[in-house]
């Protein structure tokens, strides 16, 4: 299972690097390798820039 949840991870950062929308995910929500899937998909996803206001 360990192994799993590391691929897991690891395809979350590669499709957060390319820019997949987080509905790319494929596993299922009850998964747990789709929590470690949505983390790797974190740690790569583009942030907004906190300064970044669209009322100024």
Request: with cysteine; net charge negative; charged share 30%.
């Amino acid at each position: 299972m360990r192994g799993e949840i590391i691929r897991a991870v690891v395809a979350g950062r590669e499709a957060g690097t390319r820019g997949d929308p987080p509905t790319a995910c494929p596993y299922p929500i009850t998964s747990t390798l789709r929590t470690a899937w949505i983390r790797g998909y974190a740690e790569r996803r583009p942030v907004a820039d906190q300064d970044d206001d669209p009322t100024d």
